[in-house]
T-cell receptor, first 110, second 115 residues
Framework: SQQGEEDPQALSIQEGENATMNCSYK?????LQWYRQNSGRGLVHLILIRSNEREKHSGRLRVTLDTSKKSSSLLITASRAADTASYFC??????????FGQGTRLTINP | SAVISQKPSRDICQRGTSLTIQCQVD?????MFWYRQQPGQSLTLIAT?????????ESGFVIDKFPISRPNLTFSTLTVSNMSPEDSSIYLC????????????FGPGTRLTVT
């Protein structure tokens, strides 16, 4: 299946520290996206990186993409309690539908 | 961006009954999708809701179990038919606005419990 894997499955850090999550996928992609899901709610789009891009920033978020390794990472700097959520990567290969990874559950401790 | 609402937000249903979930978008969108998220799991795409034609179902999902309607560019429904406890999940709809490429905007989800 196309579905990606994320690691770690769960991550717990202190407020103010940086959080890094990784996503690997299996086939060639068109774009890779990251989404956040607060407990029991819908997903919020965070950032999209195209297959010809290597790095992208948005506020405290930094995403990298290595197509040779079929992997991406999401870095959240200076974490806050409000960043506590599940984070999912999602890939598409030009078919418009998305395939989601298993997700990383991030907990920020005050 | 697009704002998406879903109704109901949650429901508890008896085995063997059916539930229809509504998804409303505040602007016209090209693509709408329905996902299932089982407890503690990732999202699995059920189908793409096509305006004016039959939905396109993913492997493992069939129209008889999950009939979908999309009568216009802002509205879709998903019915979960002949429910069993295994259908207990969060059901999410999403929309892909024309000007946002492959980004999807999600509704808040419908939490379904089947007893």
């Amino acid at each position: 299946s196309q579905q990606g894997e994320e690691d770690p499955q769960a991550l717990s850090i202190q407020e103010g520290e940086n959080a890094t999550m990784n996503c690997s996928y299996k086939t060639s992609i068109n774009n890779l996206q990251w989404y956040r899901q607060n407990s029991g709610r819908g997903l919020v789009h965070l950032i999209l990186i195209r297959s010809n891009e290597r790095e992208k920033h948005s506020g405290r978020l930094r995403v990298t993409l290595d197509t040779s390794k079929k992997s991406s990472s999401l870095l959240i700097t200076a974490s806050r309690a409000a960043d506590t959520a599940s984070y999912f990567c999602a890939t598409d290969w030009g078919a418009q539908k998305l395939v989601f990874g298993q997700g990383t559950r991030l907990t920020i401790n005050p | 961006s697009a704002v998406i609402s879903q109704k109901p937000s949650r429901d508890i249903c008896q085995r063997g009954t059916s539930l229809t979930i509504q998804c409303q978008v505040d602007s016209q969108v090209t693509m709408m999708f329905w996902y299932r998220q089982q407890p503690g799991q990732s999202l699995t795409l059920i189908a793409t809701a096509n305006q004016g034609s039959e939905a396109t179902y993913e492997s493992g999902f069939v129209i008889d179990k999950f009939p979908i309607s999309r009568p216009n560019l802002t509205f879709s429904t998903l019915t979960v038919s002949n429910m069993s406890p295994e259908d207990s999940s969060i059901y999410l709809c999403s929309a892909q606005p024309r000007d946002r490429g492959y980004e999807q905007y999600f509704g808040p989800g419908t939490r379904l419990t089947v007893t």
